[in-house]
């Protein structure tokens, strides 16, 4: 049985090691300007990298949108 993660409602294969920028990578999510919660804690941008994403984990990426 495969182990999965759960990005903005979205079922996926999770990989040990997966970081929050392999994860970005994987659902092709470019736009800058983002903010990531890691069941439910903020991900600085600074630690897309670092941040590791443990198997069952719910991953919540909001773009941000500006205009006026």
Known sequence: MSKTIEI???TVD????????DAMK????TFPMLVIKLNGTLVSKSDY??????????L???HLISGG
């Open 26 to 29: 994987l659902m092709n999510y």
């Open 14 to 21: 999770w990989q040990e090691g997966m970081s929050v920028r």
């Open 8 to 10: 903005n409602g979205n």
């Open 49 to 58: 990298d670092s941040t590791t994403i443990p198997a069952g984990a719910e």
């Open 60 to 62: 919540m990426v909001v």
